[in-house]
């Protein structure tokens, strides 16, 4: 490199690195505009066109998006508000359900009541009217028991003590005879 | 000097072509590549209404979206950065494209290490930022410009020369001294590492092989800082660019 240094030195013609000589301003001039033009008419263009239809997109799509969030939003509070409605109406139905029930229960209790007392009443009527006639029918025959006593103390001329005795047993007797028969009817 | 390689074809013409004029060609080629294919998938993406860009679309829009965001929005706003993109994207990449090929092995020399370029691209960015104050202020863009308000009417004497070189001839001449004297400094350090690195392996004795891996490691220690300038630069080159046109624009004027 000195050698060369030296030698373009000696032949007086070391160029200058700050004067360009002219087929370097030429190839740099063809190379800068070259590039200038292609970049101008060509790569920038497409760049920014392609930059520009993206934010749009970008845009487009946030609106999109908002409005389905907000479409979203109206269902949601639709189907919110449809859910209170379907929520009170069936309170109201239980409500109704449950005071007709009671309604149904209380009704049902005053009949099971009403129905106790008319057997408890009929029950008593039937035990009422049996003890009358088993007192009709009591008094009858002790009535008659009393009279056949009586004619038969008095039928016997109570003579003796064996007659006395005799009577005695025959009443008792007859009056077990009775009483099998009654107790047979 | 590496700088000023043999002339391969069209000797004596102003279409003479060079190694390092060979190597932009080949980077042209490569930025042309890379960003029709990049635009491919963008068209295709706008035909086919398809939002969610692949892996290799979205490294496209990181790269573009780097020059549109971080740098012309953030400074001119969206409407006249927009504007203004055309011109700083592409100073961008190629400064980008035209930087790296100076640590790409068989390039080894950066496309911007010679003034030419970095020249059209600081005459491109002098005509847009006039042509932004013209547009926007007409003539009172240079009398705002060289006759800055606020300031008491003898100092102008001082200021107004001042002015005229600074914005006038010194913006766009440290643009393209800038670019390309980091290339050129660049390049000599990584020549320098490189060729002590072989001159210790292979010509010293003894001992003195020892230093080849320590001027190899810095050789590749420059070569990650190369990286580093190359995208620097690139992005300093874009940055003054838009503030130039920024201050063109802004209403002070």
Redesign the interface.
């Known amino acids: 490199?000195i050698s060369?240094?030296l030698a373009?030195a000696a032949e007086g013609e070391?160029?200058n690195?700050?004067?360009?000589?002219?087929?370097?301003?030429?190839?740099?001039?063809?190379?800068?505009v070259?590039?200038?033009a292609?970049?101008?008419f060509?790569?920038?263009p497409?760049?920014?066109?392609?930059?520009d239809?993206?934010a749009e997109?970008?845009e487009g799509r946030l609106e999109a998006a908002e409005k389905a969030q907000a479409e979203a939003a109206a269902k949601t509070a639709n189907i919110e508000a449809a859910q209170a409605e379907a929520r009170a109406e069936a309170a109201k139905i239980r409500d109704e359900a449950r005071s007709e029930g009671a309604a149904i229960l209380a009704e049902l209790k005053e009949q099971a009541a009403s129905e106790a007392a008319r057997l408890t009443a009929t029950a008593k009527a039937q035990i009422e009217a049996e003890r009358q006639a088993a007192l009709i029918s009591l008094r009858a025959e002790v009535g008659s028991l009393a009279i056949d006593l009586a004619s038969s103390v008095v039928g016997a001329s109570l003579k003796n003590d064996k007659v006395a005795a005799g009577v005695v047993d025959q009443f008792l007797a007859d009056l077990e005879a009775g009483d099998k028969a009654g107790k047979k009817k | 000097?590496?700088?000023?390689p043999e002339?391969v074809a069209?000797d004596g013409?102003?279409?003479?072509?060079?190694r390092?004029?060979l190597i932009?060609?080949i980077?042209?080629g490569a930025?042309?590549i890379l960003?029709?294919a990049?635009?491919a998938k963008?068209?295709k993406?706008?035909r086919t209404?398809s939002?969610v860009?692949g892996r290799f679309q979205l490294m496209?829009?990181i790269a573009?979206n780097f020059v549109r965001k971080s740098i012309a929005h953030d400074q001119l706003g969206e409407k006249d950065g927009?504007r203004f993109?055309?011109?700083l994207?592409?100073i961008f990449?190629?400064t980008l494209g035209m930087n790296i090929t100076g640590i790409i092995p068989g390039f080894n020399i950066a496309g911007t290490s010679?003034?030419?370029?970095p020249?059209?691209?600081a005459l491109?960015a002098y005509v847009t930022f006039i042509y932004a104050g013209v547009k926007r202020h007409g003539g009172h863009f240079f009398s705002a410009s060289l006759f800055p308000a606020g300031v008491p009417k003898p100092f102008y004497i001082l200021v107004t020369p001042i002015e005229l070189l600074s914005t006038f001839i010194l913006r766009p001449v440290t643009l393209a001294?800038r670019l390309?004297m980091n290339m050129?400094a660049g390049h000599l350090l990584l020549?320098l590492c490189f060729?002590a690195t072989q001159f210790f392996l292979f010509n010293a004795d003894g001992f003195f092989k020892a230093f080849g891996a320590g001027t190899f490691l810095f050789g590749f220690a420059f070569t990650l800082f190369e990286i580093l300038v190359a995208f620097l630069q690139a992005y300093v080159f874009t940055l003054l660019t838009t503030v130039y046109i920024q201050l063109a624009l802004s209403d002070e004027h």
């Open positions: 490199m060369r240094i373009a070391t160029p690195p700050l004067l360009p000589s002219s087929y370097d301003l030429l190839w740099s001039s063809v190379v800068f070259i590039l200038l292609f970049f101008w060509k790569v920038l497409n760049f920014k066109k392609t930059l239809q993206r997109a970008i | 000097m590496e700088f000023y002339i069209f013409t102003p279409f003479a072509l060079n390092i004029m932009r060609l980077v042209l930025l042309l960003f029709w990049w635009t963008f068209k993406a706008n209404n939002y860009p496209g829009e573009l927009d993109l055309p011109l994207t592409t990449f190629v010679v003034i030419g370029l020249i059209v691209m491109a001294l390309t050129i020549v060729s």
